[in-house]
Structure formats: structure tokens, C-alpha cells
């Protein structure tokens, strides 16, 4: 069972207390540049569909409109606090208050690229497994409205300290799940942030030969 109350809650304190700032969605380091530049890494976003699945005050559309990109974005967040402070700062923008991915489900439109940023954490549930379980089947939801790419990221087990009520999860754990229940095609990113990771899952294999690149004169041609 998980509490969603609890954690609105938290969210909705630091909103009061900090306002529209990194502070208010739990991030007092910022650095969502970094994160964006590590999950979206050789994803073409230009004229995609991308759902900021947690979009808390909107950070994914700061960094895509920084980079000059025209995508057709949607902010979906439990937070109905967020979602009216999001739509004063960028009317022309769709934001949705949801309860859960289920709520997208529900609406029937699909995405190119899902993005989620920072929204596992924390716990919904103070029981692990019940919490990564809540996790994983949300991903699962996600992923069935994803046409080509899914992002997220995590905290790390392979720390020296961890937050009170934080969810850190082992690499291995959701690398396993994002392979068994989303698409073997999965790349795993934990060399940027010294307590986060991420995951970027895609339903095709990605690959490219760098123009410049040239057969090796030992190598026989097929």
C-alpha cells in the first residue's frame, strides 16, 4: 500500500516553504542539466511527443526550451499545486494533475519519449519491496503509452550515505527488471552524479557509425 497523501505532503511543505524553486520538489542542488544531458543522451527529441511523467515545476521543459527544441510536451504530476504554478509560468503548455500513470492510461494518447526525473526518490510505501513494487508497475504503465524511449533515474545503493525515507535501489535490480519487463535494450548510466543512476530503455536497439569512421585495412570486407 502506498501513501500518496504523505507524500503530497512533503511537497506540497516545501512548495510554501521555498516556492518555485529547486528546494520545493526536493532538489536543493539542482543539477537537472546534468541529469537531462545523461537520461536523453542520443535521444532525438525535435518534434517529439514527450510526457514529464512527475513533472514537478517543470525543469524537462526549462532544459528542452534552453536547447531550442519544439517538442509537443506534457507535464503530469500528482501535485495539483504544481501543475497551477506550472500553467501561470507556461500557458501554452499542457499540464494534467494525475493520480497515477493510470490516469494516462486512461486518456489513450501515446508518446515518443517518456521522461522521469526524481520521482522514485523518495518512498511511497516505508516497505522496500512494496515500494520498488509500486515502482516497477508504474514503469510497466508508462511504458505500455511509450512508442520509442523511456528514461529514468534512481538513487544509488552504491553509496557511503543515505537520506531518511529515501529509496536507493541496487543497479543491478532495476537493470534486471527494465530488461525482463520492458525491452532488452537498456542502457545503464551510473558516471555522472556520485549517488544517482539511470536507465534509458528503447524499444528498437540503437547504434551509429561515426561518418568519419573507417574499415580497418585488416579486415576483410563481406
Not at 510536451?73 to 500513470?101: H, M, Q
Not at 490516469?103 to 494518447?109: F, Q, V, Y
Not at 542502457?187 to 568519419?212: G, Q
Amino acid at each position: 500500500m502506498v501513501d500518496l497523501e504523505r507524500v503530497r505532503k512533503q511537497y506540497r511543505t516545501a512548495f510554501h516553504t521555498h516556492g518555485r524553486s529547486n528546494s520545493a520538489v526536493l532538489t536543493p542542488k539542482g543539477r537537472y542539466e546534468i541529469r537531462y544531458r545523461h537520461m536523453l543522451a542520443g535521444v532525438d527529441l525535435q518534434n517529439k511527443r514527450v510526457l514529464d511523467f512527475g513533472c514537478g515545476l517543470a525543469n524537462l521543459l526549462v532544459y528542452l526550451k534552453s536547447l531550442g527544441l519544439d517538442c509537443e510536451y506534457t507535464g503530469a504530476d500528482l501535485l495539483d499545486t504544481f501543475i497551477a504554478d506550472n500553467r501561470n509560468f507556461f500557458p501554452e503548455e499542457k499540464f494534467v494533475v494525475i493520480e497515477s500513470a493510470d490516469d494516462l492510461l486512461l486518456e489513450g494518447k501515446h508518446y515518443d519519449v517518456a521522461v522521469v526525473c526524481g520521482v522514485f526518490n523518495i518512498m511511497y510505501s516505508l516497505d522496500f519491496d512494496k515500494n520498488f513494487d509500486f515502482v516497477q508497475k508504474t514503469l510497466e504503465r508508462i511504458w505500455s503509452i511509450t512508442d520509442s524511449i523511456l528514461a529514468v533515474d534512481f538513487l544509488s545503493t552504491l553509496v557511503d550515505f543515505k537520506v531518511d525515507d529515501a529509496f536507493h535501489v541496487a543497479p543491478t535490480n532495476t537493470l534486471e527488471f527494465a530488461q525482463s519487463k520492458l525491452s532488452r535494450f537498456v542502457r545503464l548510466d551510473h558516471n555522472y552524479l556520485p549517488y544517482e543512476y539511470c536507465l534509458t530503455v528503447r524499444k528498437d536497439p540503437h547504434f551509429a557509425i561515426p561518418e568519419s569512421s573507417e574499415r580497418p585495412s585488416n579486415r576483410r570486407e563481406l
